[in-house]
């Protein structure tokens, strides 16, 4: 996604994120390295662009899907 910074004046860049993530392990020495992987990925996608508006699927390292991620981009006044 290109990001469009020309607002009219007033208007603000705004953006909603929800993410639901269940992840299942032997323990939580395996759960939560591979959920804090899995969100490093998001954010460097996020950050070079690579989601649009709406849900997407969320895959940990091995590819198994492990939830969602929802965003909204968009502008308002405040």
Not at 7 to 27: N, P, R, T, W, Y
Not at 29 to 49: M, S
Not at 63 to 78: H, P
Request: glycine share 8%; hydrophobic share 35%; proline share 1%.
């Amino acid at each position: 996604m290109k990001w469009d910074d020309d607002f009219e004046e007033g208007m603000h860049a705004c953006l909603q994120v929800d993410i639901e993530i269940v992840a299942k392990g032997d323990s939580n020495k395996d759960v939560v390295p591979n959920v804090a992987a899995t969100l490093r990925d998001l954010a460097t996608k996020l950050e070079n662009g690579k989601f649009d508006t709406g849900h997407h699927k969320v895959a940990d390292g091995s590819g198994r899907e492990i939830g969602t991620i929802y965003l909204d981009f968009y502008n308002e006044s405040f």
